[in-house]
């Protein structure tokens, strides 16, 4: 019977194999597939962000945001 002859010397190949698989999944295709997921920033984001900066007042940063969220669609 060939088939039983060596039978398991496949496996010497196959388990590096499968673990270069998992390491090449690891190393670039995840870190592939998450680029360009980040969310578009919005105006309100920007404006959070300056009032954060302190660059604009509360009162300023109020009525900006009233502002937008009348005006942006959710």
């Given at each position: 019977m060939m088939f039983w002859n060596g039978g398991w010397a496949w496996a010497w190949l196959m388990i590096p194999m499968v673990l270069v698989m998992w390491a090449v999944i690891a190393?670039?295709?995840?870190?592939w597939m998450r680029t360009g997921r980040e969310r578009p920033r919005s105006p309100i984001d920007g404006l959070d962000d300056r009032f954060?900066?302190?660059?604009?007042?509360?009162?300023?940063y109020r009525s900006r945001r009233d502002?937008?969220?009348r005006r942006t669609p959710v």
């Open positions: 190393l670039v295709v995840i870190p954060a900066a302190g660059e604009i007042s509360v009162e300023e502002e937008l969220e």
